[in-house]
């Protein structure tokens, strides 16, 4: 169930062998957490930080999106930094809260419309303020599509990524097939409300 609904697909840049952008998401009892982390730059150095930004949100899952960012940005100071969003959704209550740092694309996106999280000045490693705390209500059939800058921002469409005989993986895959400007690394996150 949780491999249909969450899917994640990264593509290091051409002529790269690791992929700079790292992503993973858990799910809990209580909880589903989505993370995607773009280390500056590219290659291992990137690589490493981005795995150091996911591995520090699965070491705390149990925090707040703000806390967990906050952790991120302790590890991540011995690592050249990374952009990150991260997302807490409590699946009894459906109540999504979202937090990006840097260069990342976070979209909801709804039979009837997209809504845009914001991103908050800053590198994750190397600091930031006025940390933006954004909360949403999820309702079945909503889908959150996480990104990175390897992939033009833009508002995809719900009819793109909402088909359910497409498992989120192929789904999240195919985005970053025919989405991807090929300059950067690039990762596409994608999570349906059930
Ligand atoms: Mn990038």
Redesign the pocket.
């Known amino acids: 169930m949780v491999i249909e609904t969450i899917g994640l697909a990264t593509r290091p840049l051409a002529g790269q062998v690791v992929c ?2 790292s992503g993973a998401y858990w799910v809990t009892d209580e909880r589903i957490v989505l993370t995607l982390a ?1 280390g500056l730059g590219h290659g291992p150095e990137a690589a490493r930080a981005s795995q150091a930004a996911v591995d520090a949100v699965g070491a705390a899952l149990h925090l707040s999106c703000e806390e967990i960012l906050a952790r991120c940005d302790g590890v991540l100071h011995t690592t050249r930094g990374a ?1 990150q969003v991260v997302v807490v959704i409590e699946r009894a209550s459906g109540r999504g809260t979202v937090a990006c740092v840097g ?1 990342m694309r976070a979209q909801l996106v709804q039979r009837h419309g997209h809504a845009w999280f914001a991103c908050t000045r800053g590198i994750v490693g190397a600091g930031y303020r006025n940390l933006d705390v954004q909360s949403v209500m999820l309702v079945s059939g909503d889908i959150l599509l996480l990104y ?3 992939l033009p921002e833009q508002s995809i469409p719900y009819e793109r990524c909402s088909d359910t005989a497409v498992s989120a993986e192929d789904q999240a895959r195919e985005l970053l097939d025919t989405l991807a400007h090929g300059r ?2 690039a990762s596409v996150l994608l999570y349906r409300h059930g």
Do not use: L, T
Request: charged residues 50%; proline residues 0%.
């Open positions: 700079g952008d773009d952009a260069n990175s800058d390897g950067d690394d």
